[in-house]
């Protein structure tokens, strides 16, 4: 079970590791900011059945 995930920036590019806990459900979607360039993000982090995440960011 993976406890993080990543993402790339859709402002700056850059790569951004994000922590990630399985017990908030399966599908989940919150805003952050990047800790790189402070933009609003709009993340999506998903778990596979063998618990491993992916996420994906879109600008808010």
């Known amino acids: ?17 994000l922590p990630v806990d ?3 459900g399966p599908h989940q979607r919150f805003t952050d900011d990047c800790p790189v360039c402070c933009n609003p993000n709009v993340i999506r982090v998903e778990f596979d059945d063998e618990g491993n995440a992916s996420a994906t960011a879109e600008a808010e």
């Open 22 to 24: 399985a017990s908030a």
């Open 1 to 17: 079970m993976d406890d993080t995930a990543c993402y790339t920036c859709p402002h700056c590019g850059e790569p951004i590791d």
